[in-house]
């Protein structure tokens, strides 16, 4: 896949959550952590006013694939673990927290949360997306 990721941007007064759809794995951690928040029957699906900012913020922390990302009004944004983790599914994938450097197509992004592709198949380097048996 190339061109520019689509990130969508829900805003609240106090926090600002961004959603990645291609980087999703539908691990649920949101729909199961905030679900006044994340409704997947509802447009949009993502409603940041309807929880506490700082709730809400570690709710999407809870997202192993980096596809949820937020912002608070006060400029605080998600602080990396230390040191790194990185940790293999019985799949093959890399489920990686810490501060993270990552090449893509789109060029270096920093991140603080990524499930990465340990088969190589994946259109979406180096991220998984489920097309190759490691995201099976």
């Not at 409603?47 to 913020?57: E, F, G, S, T």
């Not at 937020?70 to 998600?78: I, N, Q």
């Not at 790194?84 to 197509?105: C, F, K, Y």
Request: proline share 9%; hydrophobic share 30%.
């Amino acid at each position: 896949m190339s061109g520019k990721p689509q990130r969508r941007a829900c805003e609240a007064p106090e926090i600002t959550v961004t959603f990645e759809a291609r980087r999703c794995l539908h691990a649920a951690e949101c729909l199961n952590g905030a679900p006044e928040v994340f409704d997947a029957s509802r447009r949009p699906w993502i409603q940041p006013d309807a929880a506490p900012a700082d709730r809400l913020a570690e709710v999407v922390r809870r997202c192993p694939s980096g596809a949820l990302q937020y912002a608070l009004a006060d400029g605080r944004r998600e602080t990396p673990d230390r040191p790194t983790h990185i940790i293999r599914t019985p799949a093959g994938q890399l489920v990686v927290r810490g501060e993270l450097s990552l090449d893509t197509q789109e060029g270096t992004h920093t991140e603080t949360r990524a499930v990465l592709c340990g088969c190589g198949n994946s259109q979406l380097q180096p991220y998984c997306d489920h097309s190759g048996p490691c995201g099976q």
